[in-house]
């Protein structure tokens, strides 16, 4: 293990009362407070510079600077994003009506993204992380996250598993497009949530970037930028999340941990500094945040001490290193992992 890592290991681990002891400590010390006005900053900053960014491309025009613009804006999509995710959590207003609405604005309306759809799947996601069966983010075609999952594939299936260390970040490139391809299927469907609003508002982002985009540039420099924007919005979001439990220990279906244990054990936290906190969202404390979601984004830092401090206290294993060293993890397991795809005769 790298000298940069830092795992406070212990014993194996019990299934207990930890949880309600430490949240006891958390509300102590007024960690799950919210902080509107902190809020109120981080959006009026981001939204400007969303404005001012597409501001400026209709000032520049037809340009091939343009697709620096495109660079911009996939840093902005995703803080648009990583607010979306915040109040999806209701971690900025205590009304679930107040977050859902923020979160509607953000995540339909500015990236194109459907909300409810998100939040669904990313409520499971925290209910099972890396767990067997019931974690939607280990079942993510064409990639393959356990050993169970590699070893049935064939032909160019496995081909591609047997390789998927080396192609995940070229795959990142879809990632945007995925996502984008999955909110209009989940507005078309049966189940969705205030279907019809969250219709209109992708419609109407649609709209929007797709006409900005052709009216003010050439038919080829439009889709030059369009490739160039998604594809690196892709990367950034699967940059911000996939260090958070790939590569993390991956439970059985049906597994007994409590509450505590399962969502330590399978989380990854990055460690940083302020900057870090900026660019990752606050998800490089993943272990916190999966302990408390609903913990606002601006408090993360301090009960980042007082939780790494009551695993150690309990002898349980708490995962931290550097970014660096997290995506080094995770290309590791997705080769380790590959390497159990079928060869062919």
């Not at 009362?17 to 006891?24: D, E, I, T």
């Amino acid at each position: 293990m790298s000298s940069q890592q830092t795992r406070t290991a212990g014993p194996p681990p019990r299934v207990g009362s930890q949880y309600a002891q430490l949240s006891r400590r958390v509300k102590q010390a007024g960690l799950l407070d919210r902080h509107v006005a902190h809020y109120a900053v981080r959006i009026g900053i981001v939204g400007f510079a969303f404005a001012a960014t597409w501001t400026a491309f209709v000032i520049i025009g037809p340009s091939w600077w343009q697709l620096l613009t495109a660079v911009v804006l996939a840093v902005l999509f995703t803080q648009v994003g990583f607010l979306g995710h915040d109040a999806g959590h209701r971690q900025i207003f205590r009304s679930g009506r107040a977050n859902d609405l923020l979160g509607l604005l953000h995540a339909n309306l500015l990236i194109g993204l459907s909300f409810g759809w998100w939040i669904e799947k990313h409520n499971r996601h925290h209910a099972n992380p890396n767990t067997e069966g019931a974690d939607p983010d280990i079942v993510v075609a064409p990639l393959a996250f356990t050993a169970g999952q590699a070893r049935p594939l064939r032909g160019l299936r496995a081909a591609f598993v047997r390789r998927q260390g080396y192609l995940f970040f070229p795959l990142l490139t879809l990632e945007a497009l995925s996502l984008h391809a999955n909110s209009v299927a989940a507005v078309f469907g049966r189940r969705m949530k205030r279907r019809p609003a969250e219709g209109v508002l992708l419609g109407l982002h649609a709209a929007l970037y797709l006409a900005a985009v052709f009216l003010v540039l050439s038919p080829l420099q439009g889709i030059l930028f369009v490739a160039v924007h998604q594809a690196l919005f892709g990367v950034y979001l699967g940059s911000a999340f996939a260090p958070n439990h790939k590569g993390m220990p991956i439970l059985p279906a049906g597994n007994t941990l409590d509450f505590f244990h399962r969502q330590v054990l399978t989380s990854r936290n990055v460690r940083g500094n302020a900057f870090t906190d900026v660019a990752l969202g606050g998800l490089n404390y993943q272990i916190e945040h999966h302990l408390f979601p609903s913990m606002p984004r601006p408090n993360l830092r301090r009960a980042h001490v007082l939780i790494r401090q009551f695993c150690h206290e309990h002898g349980v294993e708490y995962s931290e290193t550097t970014l660096w060293l997290s995506w080094r993890e995770v290309l590791r397991h997705l080769d380790t992992v590959g390497g159990s795809a079928a060869h062919p005769a």
